[in-house]
Structure formats: C-alpha cells, structure tokens
C-alpha cells in the first residue's frame, strides 16, 4: 500500500514537471512569434520592395501571423503573405539582388529564393515555371516566375516572404 501511493506521488510529481516544462516551451514560442509579428518596419526599408505581381488587384487569401491550423487545430504561423493568382501570373522581383535558391519544397513547392542588400532575402513559393536561375543579378520588378499551385497549397497562389537577418518579418509593412 505504502508503495503504490509512493508511486502515484511520483506519477503525479513527473507529470507536473511535464506540463510545467510544456508550459514554459510554448510561451517562450509564442512570444517570440508575438516579437517577429509585431515588429514594425524601419522607415528606410518600407518603400523598397514592390508587390511581386505585376498588378496590385489580387487579393490576400492569408496575412503574416499566427492562425489556427485548420487541420490539427493547433496554433501555427504564417512567415509570409499569400496572394491568389491564378496559374502562369507573372511574378516579379521584389527588389534587385541576386537568386539565391531555386528549387523545389515540400510546403512551398517551386520556389525561388533572393537575397538582397542588408541581410534581407525574399521568398516566392508555389511557382508553375522559373525565368531566372541560380546566381542571376535580377532589377526590382523584373520577372522571375510564373505563379502555379505547387507544394503544399489549396489552391492557385503565390507565396511571398520577407525575411530579415533570416527573421520573417510582417511583408505589408515593407510593400507599397
Ligand atoms: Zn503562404
């Protein structure tokens, strides 16, 4: 008897232990995700990049942040925006830099990686085709792509991230 109450105590003690620690994991994850989410552009790096379609009426089927994932229903985090497009939209180079990744994904499909001045990079994800390959110096609105629905997506769109010092940051507070 004595045992089995020793037992559950250390059951019970280790479990504790275990929430305590889940607790602390998530709350250091969401408040980092809250610090990216939240920080606003510098003024200097707000009108530098161009939205990476050539036309400015497409809709943004989802914004930067934290969501519900429908699927597992946990709490997730979009790194970028995402802009219906219907297959074989051009896309465009954000700002000049040079391509630094092409390739294909698991979440983003075809996607095109460009890194530009000051530790920024851009990624375009679900593409149908590239224009461009590894190493090319692109101009800001140049075209890189065509849009498509590869990678893990709903349907036709094109992924569109700003990272800054490999940090997503929230893309319309750099966009106009
Ligand atoms: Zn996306």
């Known amino acids: ?20 620690t889940i607790l602390i994991f998530f709350s250091i994850i969401f408040s980092g995700c809250e610090t990216i989410a939240n920080e606003s552009a510098n003024s200097n790096d707000r009108e530098r990049f161009i939205f990476p379609l ?14 519900k994932n429908l699927f597992t229903e946990a709490e997730d985090f979009h790194d970028g925006i995402d802009i219906r497009a219907s297959v074989g939209t051009t896309v465009i180079a954000s ?3 040079v391509v630094f990744f092409i390739g294909e994904d ?12 000051d530790d920024f990079k851009t990624l375009y994800g679900h593409l149908n085709s ?3 390959k590894q190493g090319d110096i692109v101009s800001r ?8 629905n590869t990678g893990y997506s709903t349907g036709p769109h094109l992924h569109f991230g700003i990272y800054k010092n490999k940090i997503p940051v929230n893309p319309l507070e750099y966009l106009y």
């Open 1 to 20: 008897m004595k045992i089995e109450i020793k037992l559950n105590d250390t059951m019970s003690f280790s479990i504790s232990t275990m929430l305590f």
């Open 54 to 67: 050539q036309s400015k009426s497409h809709y943004i089927i989802n914004r930067f942040g934290s969501y």
């Open 95 to 97: 700002l000049d830099g």
């Open 106 to 117: 698991k979440y983003y499909g075809k996607s095109i990686i460009i890194t530009h001045n």
């Open 130 to 132: 590239y224009n461009v």
């Open 141 to 148: 609105g140049s075209k890189i792509a065509e849009s498509g």
